[in-house]
């Protein structure tokens, strides 16, 4: 019998991105609308996520006549890490034990795994859920075992299967799938990629509470100025969740500002970002990626051996 699939939407900041997905795999999708409350204090994000407690559980029942109405026997979930996520598959894996649950790779993760954190955070779950109800943080990346997780390349599989426990056979290396709406809009462009040419990827550092605003501008500005003095031409992305950020910014006069970063790879061999998942997107265009490292910013170093080459923002400012 031919499955009938799905696909669940968890993350506001991630519609766009798989209303396409959705289209060009024919499925019907459902957008939960959700965030995971990242305020740069454990004891706000711990508070706000409480709050979010009946708001989950009305999306949960959504979601269950979504897939009743269409009669799902499979699901593709956009995320299945956060606390979203984790609160939304536990509900689903209980109440829908014959439907198959998939996680998507979204994002690029430190492959880095501690036995002592993990039991940590399953004690804090354990404990919250039994009195309130909830899980107040995500299982992280592989922390859920679902039916698959379809993934990037080879580094995450080997990581889930070595550190979380995974059989072989449920780990997909899978871009194309994931991908399939940018390859095909891709393939629609005048392709004319130069080594004279660079593009920028932004991503809203301040939202996930990394910086403020007004130092995410800093740095993005000084970034674009250092870069243009490099290349011929540059072209620069905003990250679709604060594109403000980049479009507030003075440009030099050979950097060009556009709203499709596929654009920028029809036209570029180099791009850059600070840890941008975008820059996972412009391998599989065969562009050299180069991650950006800012100290102030204590993001896992681990994170940036997804990446082509590392740079650190002294360096790269400074030439």
Known sequence: MEKKRGVLVLERGMNTRFKEFALEHKM???????????????????LSRLGEKEKIIDTIKEIEIFIQDNNLTQIFVSSAEGFVSYNVIFSLKKSRKNVEIIALQHGIFPLQYSKIKEFARGIVNRLVMFFFNLFPFGAGFGGIKLDEYY?????????????????ERKVKVAPNFIKVDLL?????????QSHKNAV????????????SE??????????????????????????PSCSNILGDLKLPENVVYVDDMLVGFSKCKTAYSFFSTALI?????????VGIVIDELKVESEIYENFDLKLRFEELVST
């Open 28 to 46: 019907p999708a459902y957008f939960a609308n959700l965030q995971n409350n990242f305020k740069g204090n454990r004891l706000n994000n711990f």
């Open 151 to 167: 993934v990037y390349s080879n580094r995450e599989k080997e990581f889930l299967i070595n550190h979380r426990g995974w059989s």
């Open 184 to 192: 095909k809009k891709f393939n629609s462009l005048e392709i004319a």
């Open 200 to 211: 920028f990827l932004g991503q809203c550092l301040n939202l996930v509470g990394l910086c």
């Open 214 to 239: 007004k130092m995410e501008n800093y740095y993005s500005q000084t970034i674009i100025n250092s870069l243009s003095r490099r290349y011929e031409k540059l072209f620069v992305k905003g990250h």
């Open 281 to 289: 997107d412009a391998k599989i265009f065969n562009l050299k990626t």
